[in-house]
């Protein structure tokens, strides 16, 4: 069974970067597509970006320009890096292995454990 391990999760000041990691075991990794997604207190759960096995990706408007989902087969590794942030990026972080299915993203139930991301003002 598939685990996914993410990190990089930080408290931040706005404007600046962070990259989340997420580390994912088995020997599937390179046939799968991943995304990331975000919850913050009281908010929805949302997909901020995904990436197919041939590195396709799609983004969140709020975060298009800002935000770079990339994969790394070699180290079965999936990376969000994301740059300027802004207090509205505060969220837990989670990274989930999932299909594209007419060209829109499917989360599937194999999700790993969340990483913090804290922006100040």
């Known amino acids: 069974q598939v685990q996914l391990v993410e990190s990089g999760g930080a408290l931040v000041q706005a404007g600046e970067s962070l990259r989340l990691s997420c580390a994912a075991s088995?020997?599937?990794?390179?046939?799968?597509?991943f995304g990331w997604y975000r919850q913050a207190p009281g908010k929805q759960h949302e997909l901020v970006a995904g990436i197919s096995s041939g590195s396709s990706t799609n983004y969140l408007d709020s975060v298009k320009g800002r935000f770079t989902i990339s994969r790394d087969n070699a180290k079965n590794t999936v990376y969000l890096q994301m740059n300027s942030l802004k207090p509205e990026d505060t969220a837990v972080y989670y990274c989930?292995?999932?299909?594209?299915?007419?060209?829109?993203?499917?989360?599937?139930?194999?999700w790993g454990q969340g990483t913090q991301v804290t922006v100040s003002a």
């Open positions: 088995g020997s599937s990794f390179s046939i799968n597509a």
């Open positions: 989930n292995q999932g299909v594209y299915i007419s060209g829109k993203y499917i989360a599937t139930n194999v």
